[in-house]
């Protein structure tokens, strides 16, 4: 099964789609453009149906097969894209990026959101399927959990998913691979922060005050002891606390002080776990240093957790589509992905599509590689001709 012909045609139209949504990137939920943009298009295929506001700002499209329905075409299959970029300034130096000063396509969403997109346009076009195939394009998926605003307004119960899809772009795989596996794909992600109340004062009297700052700095410490004494050295996970704000001036103990970070973990046990023991760590440091503290969890998202039988189809799909010597079998991933919450809704399955040897997600001058549209909308094709087959 190679790389579909008419995908080829279409890949200098793809390749504008995703360069214009790279040069006007859009934060979270603010994804109006990007939104138009993608309800435009998929009108203009002739979609069944393009429903906007979906979680916001996110859009769905219903494109019909033309095939007699079979044993399995009671299905109706989403497939997800996702289209908010981040609050980073690009540093790639390209014709075509960013004109929003502080935004940046770093993550590939652009390129999710083109595949996505021709996957689409080739279906509206050819229709060799029976049933119903879902197209999902999803805001908010860096923060906020646009994924769980989308389910939240009815998306699997309003258009009858039974099964959902994910891709992301991943750098360091060749293009023309994919990476896939069944059971944990990502981790569980958690932002905590703990607001931190003392006694501010002059630094040259600190006997009369209580330091957040030296409280802070025990937490920091302390926490350190949950991944390297109190989790299994068999199970994954991580804390890291990222940010410390606290004082203004070099003579002044400030009166409060704020501390932000995450958990990362592949089980729901050892999330627990995790949290458990932070807030016992907290609720000692208050006490040893007289200071008050407030642990908060301000966001996250469960595991993303691959099921076993839809896996099994999308490595089948991307083997025959690449050949099976050019579908891996990754590691899970430390980082955290929102379609973990459409994954708890349905079965379905997260696969990884090379982006070559660019610089990483999430980096000023990474750029998502215009060769893997050819893959990744293929692969988009594939799964839904073959999913829904007569």
């Not at 860096?142 to 998913?161: H, P, Q, S, T, W």
């Not at 607001?195 to 030296?214: F, K, Q």
């Not at 690449?322 to 973990?340: C, H, I, K, Q, Y």
């Amino acid at each position: 099964m190679p790389i579909v012909n008419r995908v080829a045609e279409l890949h200098p139209e793809i390749v504008s789609w995703r360069r214009d949504l790279h040069q006007h990137p859009e934060l979270l939920y603010d994804v109006h453009r990007t939104s138009a943009f993608v309800a435009d298009r998929l009108r203009e295929f002739g979609s069944d149906e393009v429903v906007t506001g979906i979680g916001r700002t996110g859009v769905v499209a219903v494109i019909k097969g033309r095939l007699p329905h079979g044993s399995e075409t009671s299905l109706t299959i989403g497939l997800r894209a996702d289209m908010d970029a981040l609050p980073i300034v690009e540093e790639t130096g390209l014709p075509y990026a960013s004109t929003i000063p502080g935004k940046m396509h770093a993550c590939g969403h652009d390129g999710h959101t083109a595949m996505l997109l021709g996957a689409a346009r080739y279906l509206a076009e050819t229709r060799n399927f029976a049933g119903k195939a879902v197209f999902i394009f999803q805001p908010a998926e860096e923060e906020e959990a646009g994924a769980a605003a989308m389910i939240k307004d009815g998306l699997m119960e309003r258009f009858g998913i039974s099964e959902v899809f994910g891709m992301h772009n991943w750098p360091g795989m060749e293009v023309g691979t994919f990476g896939i596996r069944s059971g944990p794909v990502m981790a569980a992600y958690d932002v905590l922060e703990i607001n931190i109340g003392g006694r501010g004062g002059h630094a040259s009297m600190p006997h009369e005050c209580i330091d957040p700052v030296l409280a802070g700095a025990h937490v920091i410490t302390a926490v350190q002891q949950i991944v390297a004494r109190n989790i299994d050295p068999f199970e994954a996970a991580g804390l890291s606390i990222t940010e410390f704000h606290a004082g203004t001036m070099p003579g002044v103990i400030p009166q409060s002080a704020i501390l932000r970070g995450t958990l990362r973990s592949l089980s729901s046990e050892v999330q627990q776990k995790m949290k458990t023991r932070l807030a016992e760590i907290v609720a000692s440091v208050a006490k040893m240093t007289g200071t008050t503290m407030e642990l908060n969890f301000i966001g996250g998202s469960p595991v993303t957790y691959n099921h076993p039988e839809q896996t099994k189809f999308a490595e089948k799909v991307a083997s025959e589509l690449v050949g099976s010597a050019n579908v891996l079998t990754t590691r899970p991933v430390m980082a955290a992905e929102d379609f973990a919450y459409m994954l708890e809704a349905r079965p379905g399955a997260y696969i990884l599509c090379g982006n070559g040897q660019s610089e990483g997600l999430h980096h000023p001058a990474y750029d998502f590689n215009d060769e893997a549209i050819l893959y990744g909308t293929s692969y988009w094709i594939k799964l839904v001709e073959t999913k829904l087959a007569r």
